[in-house]
């Protein structure tokens, strides 16, 4: 059937922006520190930057990255760069300077933007264009407002970067559609509406945001800005703002119940809290619900815009102990409203029996999965093989409907919701010349949910101290793909030579 021209209308987040401008212009719209933002200054804010790059030659299909803590800077980036037409590549601030340059080449970045705390990276990373700190607000002020919407929901809106199995960073492309469907699915789930203030306690640069960047801006609620975590002042924050929404990987939140300035008695109401990275213990689960904090289980990955499952328990569920309902508050879910659902399937690509039990790797089909990855399309390829895309996370399904992950594989580490590649902490450790070979599993541990410990065999001969290879390896990498504990001594292997990392799991899980 024909559509006529009246239903044909791109859709895009960043007419969220537009709507708030004219419904709610004069609402709190921003806060960063000291400073604060209506709906229609933020609106004129990101038509000011789309402006700015198009000044600089920011043409349709160009990508711009910026790399800023979580601030007015990034957030306005979140619209007005693709308001220009370019594609956005949000960088994580905790990489190394090596790391974020290969980002920067790899898209093809026409354009680097840098808040102030980063200013002094401006000498050491390389882009055709490079804007630091105070220079950024002066020339912002100074632009005439442009941009235009795109004229194809598919086309290219932002670029994340993970980290995924090969120790090469992947560009995971985002388009307007698949943005704009997880946003209402985020509000929608998280009930955000015109009352809701979102303290920013998850990195903006961490797949946009779950796209609550967009989000926010879609219900009407305030942006409230925190560049760093301290718990001291999140407490604060929550007390003086009236903090209803946060999301954090359970590490943070686990910071957030231990800290001595944590009081159910600064909380108005209730704060909906979503977290994922890792399942949330029955125990914090507990201690956060004494502080007024109501937690939803959300799963997913760059691949998915964030969040592609929601726990969601019925209401009567409540009438269960406390540790019954966190063993399922505990599994990752079902599809969000804006997936089309989730399946776990074997290695034919059937559908595994939903009992509980039986092993098979999580597939999703939904409007919100990426368009591919950037310039590269073998990987491509292997992710979605028959129309499904495979996440290389292996689970069951339960009778319910519900995915619980059991396992993770292609070696992937997830310390404190940051995914870390063994391989790639591998491949810094081999580089060191006293080193044979390493293999590099996660433990368990109580804050960071998992960390890196390496298995290194040493060179015949070779005398290394574990300080001094942990230090290598910062040198390569983000401070916190580092092992936090080196063993040395032969590795155990296979009769054809691969390496057992699962007797090594087991060795550090024991």
């Known amino acids: 059937m024909d559509r006529h021209s009246a239903a044909d209308e791109p859709i895009t987040p960043l007419g969220f922006l537009e709507r708030a401008a004219t419904l709610f212009a004069d609402r709190r719209a921003v806060v960063d520190g000291e400073r604060e933002w209506t709906y229609r200054e933020f609106d004129d804010r990101a038509r000011r930057q789309a402006g700015l790059l198009r000044s600089l030659g920011v043409k349709r299909g160009d990508r711009v990255a910026v790399l800023a803590l979580n601030g007015v800077m990034l957030l306005e980036s979140h619209y007005g760069v693709p308001l220009a037409g370019a594609a956005l590549v949000a960088m994580n601030t905790r990489l190394s300077v090596p790391e974020l340059q290969y980002i920067v080449d790899h898209s093809r970045s026409k354009v680097l933007l840098l808040d102030e705390f980063h200013s002094h990276l401006a000498a050491k990373l390389v882009a055709p264009r490079v804007i630091a700190g105070p220079d950024y607000d002066d020339l912002l002020a100074s632009a005439p407002p442009g941009g235009e919407m795109p004229d194809d929901e598919w086309s290219l809106l932002a670029v994340d970067y993970t980290s995924g199995t090969t120790g090469r960073p992947k560009g995971v492309m985002y388009h307007h559609r698949g943005a704009y469907l997880q946003s209402l699915a985020m509000a929608f789930h998280t009930r955000l509406d015109l009352d809701s203030v979102f303290l920013w306690t998850l990195p903006m640069f961490h797949c946009n945001g779950w796209c609550f960047t967009w989000a926010v801006t879609a219900a009407g609620g305030t942006h409230l800005c925190l560049p760093r975590i301290e718990p001291g002042v999140v407490w604060e924050m929550i007390e003086h703002y009236g903090v209803t929404h946060l999301n954090a990987a359970p590490t943070v939140l686990t910071m957030l119940s231990a800290d001595p300035a944590a009081d159910p008695a600064k909380v108005q109401g209730v704060i909906k809290v979503a977290t994922g990275g890792a399942p949330p213990s029955p125990a914090l689960l507990e201690r956060l619900g004494g ?220």
């Not at 028959?386 to 319910?400: E, K, Q, S």
């Not at 006293?434 to 599993?441: F, H, K, N, P």
């Open 291 to 510: 502080l007024g904090m109501e937690v939803t289980h959300l799963y997913g990955l760059t691949e998915t815009f964030g969040p592609v499952a929601i726990r969601q328990l019925a209401p009567e569920t409540a009438r269960l102990p406390a540790a019954e309902r966190a063993r399922l508050t505990s599994r990752q879910g079902g599809a969000n409203i804006a997936a089309r659902r989730l399946r776990v399937v074997d290695d034919s690509g059937a559908d595994v029996p939903a009992d509980g039990e039986t092993l098979g790797q999580v597939a999703i089909r939904s409007g919100t999965v990426m368009l591919g990855y950037l310039d590269d399309e073998e990987a491509t390829r292997a992710a979605v093989p028959d129309g499904w895309f495979r996440t290389g996370d292996l689970g069951v399904m339960h009778p319910d409907g519900a995915v619980e992950l059991r396992d993770r594989s292609k070696d992937i580490i997830i310390s404190g919701g940051e995914n870390i590649a063994s391989i790639e902490v591998e491949q810094a450790l081999d580089s060191h010349p006293a080193v044979l070979e390493s293999a590099v599993v996660g433990a368990p541990d109580d804050l960071w949910g998992e960390v890196p410990v390496a298995f290194v065999t040493l060179r015949e001969g070779a005398d290394v101290g574990p300080e001094e290879l942990v230090e290598h390896v910062r040198g390569r990498l983000a401070r916190f793909k580092a092992p936090k504990r080196i063993v040395f001594g032969p590795l155990p292997k296979t009769a054809t030579g691969k390496i057992q990392k699962f007797v090594l799991r087991e060795q550090v899980r024991g």
